[in-house]
Every structure is written in C-alpha cells, then in structure tokens.
C-alpha cells in the first residue's frame, strides 16, 4: 500500500517490493544511484523473456522507472492462474500498480511531501597500511630474488586507504506535491515531483535524478458510459562510473598501493 511505500522512501518501486512478497525475486545489478532491478516472479522462463507484466492503471508500461513512487496507490502481485487473464505476457507473472486519484464530491486537497538525508556506505574493506604492504612486498621481492623495494618502513605510517577517497557522504532529496478532489461526477488528480540523489562513490560524478508529472481525470456521462484519461511525463537523468570490472573505481581503490598519496 501507499503506507508502506511512504515508510521505505525507496528510490524505485522495484525496491519497496524487495522482501515484502514472498516468491518474488528481485536482483539489484549495480549499486548506482538509479539503477534498474531485476524482477523474477516465477523463477527463470523457457522463452527466453523473464521480465513479468506491468499493468499501471491498466496500461502496460516496461520501464518501472517512469513511475514516481509517491504516486502509487496500490500494488498487487499475480502470480498464480489468475495471472492467466492477462494472456501470454502474464506468463512471468503481472505486476498490477494503482496510482493515487480524486473520489467523487472530494473538496479539493493539496498534500506535500519532501524529505532530505545523507547516505553512506556501511562497510570497508579491510586493506594493509603503507607499512604492512611494503614489509610484503619486500618478502615477496627478496623471494624472488630481487632487491629491496622499501629498504626503509620507518616512514611510510599509514599511508593512504583508497576507498576513503572515493567513498562520499552523498546527499538524496526528494519533493512531491499532490492536488486532488473530485466533482458530483467526476475525480481529478494532478502530480509532480523532483529525486536527486548523488552516489556514495564519486559524488555528483554518479547522479541520478527524476521529474515526473501526472494528471489523470475521469468523469461520468452516464450510468453506464466512463471516461477515463491520463497522462504521466518523466524525464531521468542518469550519470555512471566504471563498475564491477576491472579498473573501475571501486576496483581501483582496494588494489591502489596503500604508498601512493
């Protein structure tokens, strides 16, 4: 529900589904800030297309990350035979998310929600100081029958730890205005909202960021006919650095000679 999206403040919605419903499988494959997931619902396909269906007020969509999170009402998970209603896509899986609206004779309601914080890695590496790396690599030299490299650690102290060179307290915010309300026979809902947030490696060199707006309204001709329209504009910006391979950042720091600096 809304309530629990509101509690975990997740950057993507793949991320207020990760541990809250059992049998879905979500991956994180990089940690940059605005990184897709990887959503598993039944396991690895046959065909060759694991991704499940998404449904946002009916309306498939392929990318969760043009949907702002504040703006989910709802999100329901099919992943049985009633998931069969939906076709052959449903094969995977569905992914039913509802987002927030106007109800008929609602006065008209402004909410706002915005939040700030910083954000940093939880664990480092233990690496060897200057000395400890040159008293090895003096081991390892003189082993192999070369000279000296460091005859003389008295020096060399600590040395530098890499990682907290690259490693950053990285701010994230967020700001998210919601109007809605609703005639005799009619509801309307209107939203907009700015996430930034810069990475705990690099800084502003690894960003990610997103504008979302939607409106939606609906209204009731007769008994039997509906009209129903919306409209959602997202733009993303995403900058990245090197990762998990060689000479990316991360890589860099941990293997860097502890000497340098």
């Not at 664990?123 to 390892?140: D, Q």
Request: hydrophobic letters at 35%; charged letters at 15%; aromatic letters at 6%.
């Amino acid at each position: 529900s809304s309530n629990t999206i509101e509690k975990l403040k997740p950057t993507r919605i793949e991320q207020a589904l990760q541990g809250q419903v059992a049998g879905v499988n979500i991956v994180s494959n990089s940690g940059s800030p605005g990184a897709p997931l990887t959503i598993n619902i039944r396991c690895i396909s046959t065909n060759g297309q694991n991704q499940p269906l998404i449904l946002v007020d009916g309306t498939i969509v392929e990318d969760l990350s043009v949907i702002n999170p504040n703006d989910i009402d709802t999100i329901n998970i099919l992943k049985d035979a009633t998931a069969g209603i939906y076709g052959v896509r449903a094969a995977n899986g569905v992914i039913l998310i509802t987002t927030k609206s106007g109800r008929k004779r609602m006065p008209l309601t402004v909410e706002l929600d915005a939040y700030a914080g910083f954000q940093e890695t939880t664990r480092k590496l233990p690496l060897l100081n200057a000395t400890e790396y040159a008293l090895l690599l003096n081991e390892a030299t003189v082993a192999n029958g070369g000279n000296l490299p460091y005859p003389n650690v008295d020096g060399l102290g600590q040395g530098t730890d890499w990682q907290d060179e690259v490693f950053e307290t990285a701010p994230i915010m967020n700001n998210n205005i919601t109007i809605k309300g609703g005639g005799e026979n009619s509801t309307y809902a209107y939203g907009t909202s700015f996430f930034t947030q810069d990475g705990i490696v690099g800084g502003n060199k690894s960003k990610f960021s997103r504008l979302t707006k939607r409106l939606s309204y609906s209204l009731d001709f007769l008994e039997n006919f509906r009209l129903a329209a919306g409209i959602t504009w997202t733009h993303t910006t995403r900058r990245v650095l090197p990762e998990n391979a060689l000479g990316s950042v991360l890589f860099n720091a941990v293997n860097m000679s502890p000497v340098l600096g």
